[in-house]
């Protein structure tokens, strides 16, 4: 067969089929120090979401991508597509760091508008370039131009307050950007404050590509609700798959009409279990293992007790016996109770240490 034309049109860029045909997409949220090839794996047991995001590789001068990082990437044995998160703002290496990562098998290139650590934005970088529309274009400009593929945004509705956003929704078309996911906050208010999914709704309305809707999905239900208000094309839940890994497979059964599956609280003993050893590395301390875990059940401690009473028994466990001793208790007594599916209202993850910010790491960031 002759090769087409020249002037033909290039294969038009396609978003990975949902697993469900014809429903909303689903996708876990980037999170640093989560999104890993442990936790991704874990979560896939559960029912895995139709695409992952990494944690942002970092971009400057001297980055080259992060090893730890690369592997859920390279080991990624979940069967859904992983699409590469970038933070940074110099653009020759963007665009050196997008030629490494395209030799490995991603489902696209995703550029961080909204980080909100106070010592990422002040590099200007992440959420700390909502504030500059016009480095935003050249840098979308650089990244189309190097990525044939799928290039993703996912933003904030702004630094301080949402006077770029229409802005900055225009260079998502200029730039062809295949998918946009929206944080419905500033960066200034981190994680508190209502989410604005009205604003959603006019990302939904401005950009040609597909929207997610993000910020305070909590639950199946919460998903259904939100994509009516907003028009989105699908979800991305990030700290609610932590306290329930079974929300994506509970938004399938919701969006399909059927009656969205019971969790207990035996599951629940379960899934800590299962996290617990993927995520504990060979012959490391035991007491760094328990203290990774007590930031995870920070957020599945928000469903097991109106009165946090697990949270507070959990946070004073040392060694592995205790902190499992403490899940018996709470989990197993009646092993058959149902987990909510939304979290208990005013359980705080964690004090509100958000002065201190330094990464978007979970020890800076309150449920
Ligand atoms: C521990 C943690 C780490 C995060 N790291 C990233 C990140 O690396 N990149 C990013 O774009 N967003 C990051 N976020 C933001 C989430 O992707 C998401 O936008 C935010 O948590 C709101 O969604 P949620 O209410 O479903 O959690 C992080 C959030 C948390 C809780």
């Given at each position: 067969?002759?090769?087409?034309?020249?002037?033909?049109?290039a294969?038009?860029?396609?978003?990975?089929?949902p697993?469900?045909?014809?429903?909303p997409?689903?996708?876990?949220?980037?999170?640093q120090?989560?999104t890993?090839l442990?936790?991704?794996?874990?979560?896939?047991?559960y029912?895995?979401?139709?695409?992952?995001?990494?944690?942002?590789?970092?971009?400057?001068?001297?980055?080259?991508?992060?090893?730890?990082?690369?592997?859920?990437?390279?080991?990624?044995?979940?069967?859904?597509?992983?699409?590469?998160?970038?933070?940074g703002?110099s653009?020759?290496?963007?665009?050196r760091?997008?030629?490494?990562?395209?030799?490995?098998p991603?489902?696209?290139?995703?550029?961080?508008?909204?980080?909100?650590?106070?010592?990422i934005?002040?590099?200007?970088?992440?959420?700390?370039?909502?504030?500059?529309?016009?480095?935003?274009?050249?840098?979308?400009?650089?990244?189309?131009?190097?990525?044939?593929?799928?290039?993703?945004?996912?933003?904030?509705?702004?630094f301080?307050?949402?006077a770029?956003?229409?802005r900055?929704?225009?260079?998502?078309?200029?730039h062809?950007?295949?998918?946009?996911t929206?944080?419905g906050?500033?960066v200034?208010?981190m994680?508190?404050?209502?989410?604005?999914?009205?604003?959603?709704?006019?990302?939904?309305?401005?950009?040609?590509?597909?929207?997610?809707?993000?910020?305070?999905?909590?639950?199946?239900?919460?998903?259904?609700?939100?994509?009516a208000?907003?028009?989105a094309?699908g979800?991305?839940i990030?700290?609610?798959?932590?306290?329930?890994?079974?929300?994506?497979?509970?938004?399938?059964?919701?969006?399909?009409?059927?009656?969205?599956?019971?969790?207990?609280?035996?599951?629940?003993?379960?899934?800590?279990?299962?996290l617990?050893?993927?995520?504990?590395?060979?012959?490391?301390?035991?007491?760094l293992?328990?203290?990774?875990?007590?930031k995870?059940?920070?957020?599945?401690?928000?469903?097991?007790?109106?009165?946090?009473?697990?949270?507070?028994?959990?946070?004073r466990?040392?060694?592995?016996?205790?902190?499992?001793?403490?899940?018996?208790r709470?989990?197993?007594?009646?092993?058959a109770?149902?987990f909510?599916?939304?979290?208990?209202?005013?359980l705080?993850?964690?004090?509100?240490?958000?002065?201190?910010l330094?990464?978007?790491?979970?020890?800076?960031v309150?449920?």
């Amino acid at each position: 067969m002759p090769p087409p034309p020249a002037s033909l049109p290039a294969e038009p860029r396609r978003l990975p089929a949902p697993i469900a045909a014809g429903q909303p997409w689903t996708a876990l949220a980037p999170m640093q120090d989560v999104t890993d090839l442990a936790f991704l794996q874990v979560i896939s047991r559960y029912g895995a979401p139709d695409f992952f995001f990494t944690e942002f590789f970092r971009v400057h001068v001297q980055s080259r991508p992060e090893p730890h990082i690369l592997r859920s990437i390279l080991e990624n044995t979940t069967g859904r597509p992983v699409f590469a998160q970038l933070i940074g703002e110099s653009v020759p290496h963007l665009v050196r760091t997008v030629q490494a990562l395209l030799a490995c098998p991603v489902a696209g290139i995703d550029l961080n508008l909204g980080c909100p650590a106070p010592k990422i934005y002040r590099k200007n970088v992440g959420g700390g370039l909502l504030r500059d529309p016009a480095r935003i274009d050249e840098i979308l400009g650089a990244l189309r131009a190097a990525v044939p593929g799928l290039l993703t945004v996912k933003m904030r509705i702004g630094f301080d307050d949402p006077a770029n956003f229409g802005r900055i929704l225009e260079l998502v078309n200029r730039h062809a950007v295949d998918l946009l996911t929206v944080h419905g906050r500033t960066v200034k208010e981190m994680y508190r404050g209502e989410v604005r999914y009205d604003l959603i709704a006019q990302a939904v309305q401005t950009v040609r590509c597909p929207v997610l809707a993000n910020g305070n999905i909590t639950s199946a239900g919460r998903a259904a609700d939100v994509l009516a208000r907003t028009g989105a094309a699908g979800v991305m839940i990030g700290r609610h798959a932590i306290r329930n890994p079974w929300i994506f497979r509970q938004c399938r059964e919701r969006f399909a009409g059927r009656p969205v599956s019971v969790v207990t609280l035996a599951d629940v003993r379960a899934y800590i279990e299962h996290l617990y050893r993927a995520t504990t590395t060979p012959g490391g301390p035991e007491r760094l293992q328990v203290a990774r875990m007590k930031k995870y059940l920070n957020f599945v401690g928000q469903g097991v007790d109106p009165d946090g009473v697990f949270l507070q028994a959990m946070r004073r466990a040392q060694t592995e016996a205790e902190l499992f001793s403490v899940c018996d208790r709470h989990l197993l007594g009646e092993p058959a109770r149902a987990f909510p599916p939304e979290p208990h209202p005013g359980l705080l993850a964690r004090p509100n240490r958000e002065g201190a910010l330094e990464t978007c790491s979970l020890d800076n960031v309150p449920a």
